[in-house]
């Protein structure tokens, strides 16, 4: 056995022991019997072994998943078991992952901004944690809202027995905490064997629920119902757990490999949770997804390759057989006390400060993200997500920032001259275009900038040239050259020339391929400073060319 | 009467004698009776002339609109008559116009781009002319879209003395438009007033279906029908309607205002617009929005101040009570003719050719919102068309070009070495990052920037650190922040500084209002060059502070 062998072998050993209580609890999370937690740790590891493409995924069942699961299996047809629609759920997640492999679509997980996926995160961080409450108190509400389990709440009890067990349990993690990394890691599952035997061989957990024998043991390969309308009733449940398992695995998958230098290929990494997901659906699971405490833990164990998972997934089949009997009196508050430890240890209200401070309008639709996770539901959170952080996107490009430029004296540095002291020529309004010109910001064009032109007017006289330094316009789209053209026109209705200078490479190659410089007859400059000194003498498009061969 | 006033009439007779036959054209393609026309082209003007705030919109039925009535109005519940249902849709694309102006939605507007106003533009150009060859052809087929026309096609015949009242009008029409402007400007109303002459005195119209009595002239004020379940069905067209009522009759002022040298309030036109659909919905109307071709008549004409549209509609009162009689023996083929010339006059294929020419992409939208329109729905190809452009404008900015860049020998100008033969130092790596740092493609900057590093490390050996040039960086929002920070420890464990130059004022106060430079211990330059020359004497944030009063 090589070295790496070995160093995976322990990591995975070590990833197990988080895995087993973790895979219990987020399956009693979703709803689902347990072992629908252990079966989606086992076989969906191999499939990302062998299509994936990170060494040190902790793939798996997923709190924040479990969460949507939950919702997603709320409203099934009569006759139709909740394992049975996490089956199909778990399939569909893994072909809408495979065609978005296919199609090449991954840079789709750019849509969850960072305030809207932080926002989502936290929101199911608090919610998965309200919504265990009961389950430690010994009550019979339920809920994946706040108002579904408050209403939930007014008409249960709750039971002090139970409460004392999940309180205990708290109490020991909390305190496990402290006693450094290795002894939190090992905690979780000591407590459950702990828990298993207590309420085995004493009488302390009477009328407490226990989470129940488990079937007999044999891994349930076959295929998910084929109904055709409750594939297309799970369908955008599936798509929004899709972008979910693939923005977080990503994430963590990607952060990992900028620390241990190594190069990770989105594609692949799509790939590979496409076919951990397909395989999740054919074999007894659930959605599965990588998750962040896990993964860190695979790097920091020394994990060099995708075989740790191998090694983590023998492991489980390992703790199935060890557990399916012990299983059955696990009290679920102690199993409810784990995942509230995990995921509150996750949240930070530090990241809505920071979001607050840094932008106000970053903040609020992280905030309104929570609150949509807490109160409505976690698909109109993911929605309001995603399409405030575009309107975001697009109130900022809309608003163009156009700046009257002067020559920093003595050099041929270029300034706004509200925030510097500059010098500026009476004959050449000099504007800077803070902004790709883009639809969004087009129609304000022209009025921006015969805004600056009176405005220079009035302070230097008479202009006869505008020179645009274009040095910031990364893009111009189709609206923008309509924009370009419409302010040609109106200076030209005033005799003033339009000119441009520092005009990217890129944007450059565009506006000649169709030719417009020369028919709209706009000058060009190398640098805004000679721009500027060019005086009546300017340029025309193709002696610029002559005089600089390359593209600007 | 001052010579003002005297302009303002002059202007007013012109237009109305294009107003009357386009009015009554475009209620017969709204699929209403004519008169709804007509009153359309009365009140409404007046209080677009109290509240709004061009001197030149042509206000009143157009075109595109009239398309989008037929489809809004297809569905409508029995008992309901086009003719309320269009009072209904007039009041609410009024009430939502109001309800912009109020909550300062004007920006709203800019998310329709050049190539998605403009495929749909030229779609229903095409899709009012073909909709409008049945009644030419005597046929009585009918359709909004182009299968359903041609499934009634199928079953329909024509009439040959219809066809050849139509294509006598058209052959009249188009030899107008070769006699210069006035002529064609004449043609549409003496066309009329000749067939009506014609079809009532001689036997040539027999059989030829005719647009028949108007009911009793007086202005029918009414509220529209208060029934909720109705506004609630029309409420998504009503959307679509406003959103396109705006959007033209901006586009339109705008320019016609850059030309005249005034100042356009697009918050005013907005409430103008508004008053005029709301009047509109009480007094007999139908949607009405500012026509392009009717408003560069009245620029043309020498309107001077909104005086003329109470000119307009005055005449239209006249031309209402001289016409009610006669116009029951207008031949509908001749109606016909005028919507078709008129409308084809302003399709120009030249706008997909530039389209494609300039950006594969860009032309690709338009096409498909052009299909959308004749083959599905002008809803359908509206939504389309934003989510399109919104689409094109994230993946612009998805893909950032991060360029190495070095000293242009002799200058203190950095290009990129890809482009240019320039000098670089062995290490500093000086990066230009060439788009705003935004969530779409935050995840890419530390993979993009390692890459160059890379590309560095072997042209040029280890750096010590690396530059950005920020001058093209617009915008950092949360997401670009924490990938820059993510950027700065990946440098860090690799032992390379993070530093920048040239960062825009606007990106440097919001870095600063959160010590965000301090805190991440970064230095800044004022320019590139300073930068790389600093070497080793790097200037902490304090420094440059203390060096450069202004800001950055």
Redesign the interface.
Known sequence: MTSTWRSDLMAGAVVAVLLVPQSLAYAMLAGLPPQAGLYASLLPLLAYAVFGSSPVLGLGPAAVLALMITQALAGLPPGVTPEAGALVLAAEVGALLGLAALLRLD?L????????LRGFESGATLMIAAGQLPVLLGSTASGSTLPTLAQSALHGGWQPVSAAWGGVAIMLLMASRRGGRQLARLAPLALLVAAMAVSAFTPLAGGVAQVGALPALSLPLAWPLWDAALWRQLLPSAALIGLMTFVTS??VS??LA??R?E?LLPAAELRGLAAANMVAGVSGGMPVAGSFSRSILLHEAGARSRWALVFVAAFMALALLLLAGPLAHLPKPVLAATIVVAVLGGFTARHYV??W???RA?GLLMVAVTAAVLLWSVGAALAMGVVG??A???????QP?VARVGRVPG???YR?VE???VECQPDVVGLRI???L???????L??AV?ERVREHRVLLGEPQRVLLLM?????I???G??ALQ?LRA?LA?EGIRLEFSEV???VLD?LR??G?LERQDVSLY??HHEGVQAGAHALRPSQADHDAP???
Chains 1, 2 share one sequence.
Do not use: C
């Not at 975001?392 to 809309?398: E, H, K, P």
């Not at 883009?438 to 304000?444: D, H, L, Q, S, Y």
């Open positions: 840079a997980s750019s849509l969850l901004s960072v305030p809207a990503l994430a990607e952060s900028q620390r230098g190069k920071e979001a401070r840094y932008a970053e952080s575009v975001l996107l697009i109130r900022r490009t809309a920032h050099t041929q540095h706004n925030r510097y002291a803070d902004e790709s883009v639809f969004t910001n087009a129609r304000g022209v009025d015969l040095g910031p316009v990364n893009h789209d189709m609206s050259l309509v419409e109106a209705a990217k490479g890129p565009r391929a169709v417009w190398l640098s390359g593209q600007l």
